[in-house]
């Protein structure tokens, strides 16, 4: 019998420089994929490396030996001492391993909650894994209902609405304002990552041009380069704000670089067409007061980030929904494994059946020679009936456990050592092929 396992760090158990040394880049993973199929005794196997999170989904039997050998095995080709891993991994089999692996993908373990580039970085390990041909059935049934289920958490609920990053909300508020942003145009005033990040949202949203002005040249083109924008010198701050529709400001400056003796010529020439002005700079670089004059509109850093916290409570109380739709597709997927898991048992008792009734009427055969044929196919039916009755109660109280509780190991077990069913032993099978070392770091 295999098992599910997830193995892994990730935003919320280790620190950013530990998670950069383990993470994988695509190149890797085909080859760690291999070595930890080998040397985990991975009968399936799939790897998830992103900025956040580096985990190992796999199957093997006894998840938590698979587990800890796949901790070895990180540890070993990754060179961090396994003391340190283990102190900030975490080791997750069955059902609390297929509830990960759904919410993962749901967006609901992400560090914000319902930001959808998860599911497609999880889809895209998924692909990968299928092209080295370490996906088998267990892996396949559960990602897809991973897949379903991030579906489901998108439709059925409100987790990934609002935006939850103040640049994101900056572009959010633009379009209440100006309505679709493509043909407007953006002016970032300054270069840093808070410029980046709104530049980049910017260009999702299909603004037409964005321009970035700030004192240091080099920094300055550099993010035009990044964002195929236009580089102004600072001089032409005045030129710049007379042809924008939204200005991201983010200088870093002491004093405000954009005031009111500034913007009213400005707006002069603009001749009432409205500006709005993202200030997410701390100290402000627009002045208060510019507020006041018409058609000018102005958020800072405290009016955005009090809509991402606003968002992101509304977002959290739509996640407790969202997990108990996730737990609804988890149950399926356990039912669905643990019937998988009885298949064997009941083949075999199957077999076992019919070969004492074979066994039986082969002894007999040569006495029922005088019988007419349709006399002799009613004692081989009456044979098998009664094989067929005596065996239903077990076969059905099988079946019935496969969907309850964890009772399926303990009954199949008993069925087969009462009836002295010979199972091939998944375990012996998978450990031998694999040839497994290191058995003194195996937890009983």
Known sequence: ????????????????????????????????????????????????????RVEVYGVAPHWARAGERVLQALADTRAVPLTEL???????????????????????????????????????????????????????????????????????????RGAASVPSVAVDLARSIFGELTGSGALLVGAGEMASQAGVH????????????????????????????????WDSLDAELRRADIVVTSTGAQRPVIDRALLRPVMKVRRGKPIFFVDIAVPRDVEPEVARLEQVFLYNIDDLQGIVHDNMRARAAEAERAGSLVEEEVGEFVAWQRARSIGPIVQALQQHARAIAEAELGRVRGKLQGLAPDQQKAVEALANGIVQKLLHKPMTALRQAAVGEGAEADLAGAVQQLFGLEVPSATATAEAAAGLVKPELVRE
């Not at 998670?19 to 040397?39: K, Q």
């Open 86 to 160: 283990v102190a900030h991994t975490f080791v997750r089999g069955e059902r609390a391993a297929a509830s990960h692996i759904c919410r993962v993908a749901a967006s609901l373990e992400s560090m914000v909650v319902g930001e959808p580039q998860i599911l497609g970085q999880v889809k895209d390990a998924f692909e990968l894994a299928q092209r080295e041909g370490t996906v088998g059935g267990v892996l396949d049934r559960c990602l897809g209902t991973a897949f379903r289920a991030a579906k489901r958490v998108r439709s059925e609920t409100e987790v990934a």
């Open 202 to 233: 910017l260009k999702a949203a299909g603004v037409a041009e964005i321009a970035v002005v700030n004192r240091s040249e080099a920094r300055g083109r550099a993010l035009a380069d990044e964002l195929a924008a236009r580089f102004a010198p």
């Open 1 to 52: 019998m295999t098992e599910l396992v997830a193995v892994g760090l990730n935003h919320k158990t280790a620190p950013v420089e530990l998670r950069e040394r383990l993470a994988f880049g695509t190149g890797d993973i085909a080859a760690a994929l291999s070595a930890l199929r080998e040397r985990a005794g991975l009968g399936e196997v799939m790897i998830v490396s992103t900025c956040n």
